[in-house]
């Protein structure tokens, strides 16, 4: 089975920029040490004005699932949400082509 792609995206409500940015690294470090995790990067996006993607990669959709209920992803969801425009919106993706 391959590993399963998926892209999230947040936007920061006007003002909230800079907490939501300054939140992420501690978020990103506890994902990358899950066991299932096989990449977990965080960027902004330079065309959508506060806008956050994290691209992640899970060795499984149960990981993906499992990384959902972790208490770090929950207490991030919970502190910043309320600085957040809406949901996160993610995309699982299924790949179209061979790599090479």
């Known amino acids: ?7 999230a995206s947040v936007q920061a ?3 909230s920029e800079e907490v939501v940015r300054n939140g992420f690294p501690p978020l990103e470090v506890a994902s990358r040490n899950e066991e299932g995790c096989v ?18 990669r899970y060795k499984s959709p149960e990981a993906f699932d499992a990384h959902l209920q972790t208490p770090h992803f929950k207490a991030w969801m919970e502190t910043f949400g309320e600085h957040l425009t809406g ?8 790949a179209i082509s061979e790599s090479t």
């Open 1 to 7: 089975m391959s590993d399963l792609h998926v892209v």
């Open 87 to 94: 949901a996160p919106v993610v995309h699982i993706l299924k």
């Open 13 to 15: 409500k006007p003002g």
């Open 39 to 56: 990449s977990y990067q965080i960027f902004e996006s330079t065309t959508v004005d506060r806008t956050f993607v994290v691209v992640e």
